[in-house]
């Protein structure tokens, strides 16, 4: 096995979450999602603590949590969309565990993201897509890109096990 842990890292909506879930239970892992110990921490969702708080906050609790998960072992971390493009967030990432790049093609993302303010850097067409190509650079910067636009949950899933297994 290459590793003991796995960060999932890509753009929203590109199904890190789901493929977390899907890799932990195949590998016998546990899997957790930052989104939502941060939402359960705060005791509020996303939107919520964006709109309450400020980006700066939501972004200072997601270090906060993200460094509490770096000593646990035999973990699926489904990062949030935003997580890996912080330049420490990402120096920690790739030297606690491997990272993969779920990469979905910009009009997939847009189709399965509604600008209902769920996600609150979604409402905004324009911003979306300009926050897609500035991420991009930092994703390039994970360890393994899996091309996720096509593919589905158990083929993505079958991919990283032979990936680890190799």
């Not at 879930?21 to 921490?41: G, H, Q, S, T």
């Not at 979905?104 to 509604?114: G, K, Y």
């Not at 190509?133 to 390039?140: F, P």
Request: proline share 3%; hydrophobic share 45%; net charge neutral.
């Amino acid at each position: 096995m290459k590793a003991d842990k796995v960060y999932l890292v890509g753009f929203m909506a590109a199904g890190k979450t789901t493929v977390a879930r899907a890799l932990a239970k195949r590998l016998d892992w546990r899997a957790v999602d930052i989104d939502e110990l941060i939402e359960a921490r705060e005791r509020s969702t996303v939107a919520d603590i964006f709109a309450k708080h400020g980006e700066a906050h939501f972004r200072a609790v997601e270090r906060s949590v993200l460094f509490e998960h770096l000593a646990p072992r035999h973990l699926v971390v489904a990062t949030g969309g935003g997580t890996f493009a912080d330049p420490q967030n990402r120096a920690a990432i790739n030297g606690d565990g491997v990272s993969v790049w779920l990469d979905v093609p910009l009009d997939r993302l847009i189709s399965r993201v509604p600008a209902d303010g769920r996600r609150p850097l979604a409402a905004d067409r324009a911003g979306f897509e300009r926050l897609y190509h500035l991420r991009r650079a930092a994703y390039e910067q994970a360890h393994v890109r899996l091309d996720a636009g096509r593919a589905g949950v158990d083929a993505l899933v079958e991919q990283l096990v032979d990936w680890l297994e190799t």
